[in-house]
């Protein structure tokens, strides 16, 4: 009977071994595993929810009504895409053109702000969106963003989108004065897909952290030292498609010592990973969707 007892301990105490070499093999080997065990005993302390357009899931994106719901949602961002008028003034739209979420047609560039003003931008999302439908959003007008700051202040952070940058617009120019107006320099951040806008705008204010929006076909594993350093040069972090990164590519850029906020994340499978992943922030339509991944996060990892 003893001879069993050894020959089982024996052989419990193996295979506990093999699995421990496994586990430290693939814990040395497998950023995707470091970061899960890192997530687990030492969640994220200031991963920060970015509310898309505002709180877009449930309110027309880029208005008043989605900024405000953004707030009551306990968000830490709000971003929002910047244009400008034919008169030279900051509109907070996404697109180039009025098309898409107006019952107006034409390139905001070729239109003043009065023009601008007239349009309803809400009550596409009432159609598109009938479950969210909201009778105040219809007639909601697309905001300036002066009017934005003026409203919220410094009662939350601000991304502002950079669209269209060309010597003639100098609209880095145009928002550095904005936002030294309003003295909100401690709570906006600024991103663009162009390189070229982002560096004339660290140029301009050194002390603005700035994001480089990137695009991936594919998911990036990791990425050349050299695209590090460049963007290392002039910002802070790096905002790349959820669906184009790994948590390699994570780990790579949190370990270069880059921000990573991955962009547009409204399923919270996908949160719950990004979150694991070790990500800084992720923009979502859904705020509250995010702030319940994080609190259910930091709930189990206390056990």
């Known amino acids: 009977m003893m001879k069993i007892f050894r020959h089982k301990a024996y052989f419990i105490g193996i295979h506990v071994l093999l699995f421990i070499s496994l586990f430290v093999t693939l814990y040395a080997y497998s950023p995707s595993i470091r970061v899960k065990v890192k997530g687990i005993i030492d969640p994220p302390d200031n991963v920060s929810t970015i509310a898309h357009r ?35 003034i900051p509109v907070v739209i996404h697109d180039e053109t009025v098309n898409r979420t107006t019952n107006g047609k034409g390139y905001v560039r070729n239109m003043t702000l009065a023009q601008i ?64 107006k309003y003295e909100l320099e401690n709570v906006v951040s600024i991103h663009s897909f162009s390189r070229a806008s982002l560096r004339k705008f660290h140029t301009i204010n050194p002390e603005i952290p700035l994001y480089q929006l990137v695009w991936n076909d ?15 040069s002039y910002a802070v972090g790096i905002s790349p498609n959820f669906h184009g990164i790994t948590s390699a590519y994570v780990a790579q850029l949190k370990r270069a010592g880059l921000k990573v906020m991955p962009y547009t994340v409204n399923y919270q499978l996908n949160m719950n990973k990004a979150y694991l992943w070790g990500v800084d922030g992720v923009y979502t339509n859904f705020p509250d969707r995010f702030l319940e991944v994080i609190e259910t996060n930091r709930k189990n990892a206390k056990w």
Do not use: Q
Not at 130 to 141: C, L, N, S, V
């Open 218 to 232: 594919y998911s990036e594993v990791r990425v050349s030292a050299s695209f590090l350093k460049d963007v290392k």
């Open 54 to 88: 505002g709180a877009s899931g449930y309110a027309p994106e880029n208005t008043m009504p989605a900024f405000e719901l953004a707030l009551e949602m306990k968000s830490d961002y709000i971003e929002l895409d910047i244009h400008l008028t034919k008169d030279h």
């Open 117 to 180: 003003r007239r349009l309803d931008a809400g009550s596409w999302f009432n159609e598109a969106y009938p479950m969210f439908a909201r009778e105040k959003y219809a007639a909601t007008p697309i905001p300036t963003l002066d009017e934005v700051f003026d409203t919220f202040g410094k009662n939350i952070g601000y991304i502002l989108e950079i669209k269209d940058s060309t010597n003639e617009t100098n609209i880095e120019s145009l928002l550095n004065e904005y936002i030294m």
